[in-house]
């Protein structure tokens, strides 16, 4: 298993750079994580996306379908795709830490 130094730490990821144990993860490991991704600033939007997607995966274990991701932090697609240009499998999932999603994110 690959592993990355983010924020100083060292943590195992998979072959596309997602977190492989989510305990890892605080606001420091996000940010290098985005970095990774092109997002330069994590502003208060990308925060309420990525604080959705924490809870939901702690919640029920998987990742939210994008609709539902859409509807609860009420941003369109295109919002989000401004957010994160990887998208939100690619690219919210990896910057919250949680697995690489295997359904329609």
Not at 62 to 80: D, H, W
């Amino acid at each position: 298993m690959p592993k990355m130094v983010l924020a100083g730490i060292e943590i195992e990821v998979d072959e596309d750079g997602f977190i492989q144990d989510p305990e890892k993860w605080n606001e420091e490991v996000a940010k290098a994580l985005a970095e990774t991704e092109g997002v330069t600033e994590l502003t208060e939007d990308h925060w309420k996306v990525i604080n959705y997607l924490r809870q939901y995966y702690q919640q029920f274990g998987i990742a939210p379908m994008i609709r539902k991701l859409c509807k609860e932090t009420g941003f369109s697609l295109k919002q989000i795709y401004d957010l994160f240009p990887s998208g939100p499998a690619k690219g919210a999932c990896k910057i919250a830490g949680l697995p690489k999603p295997t359904g329609c994110v």
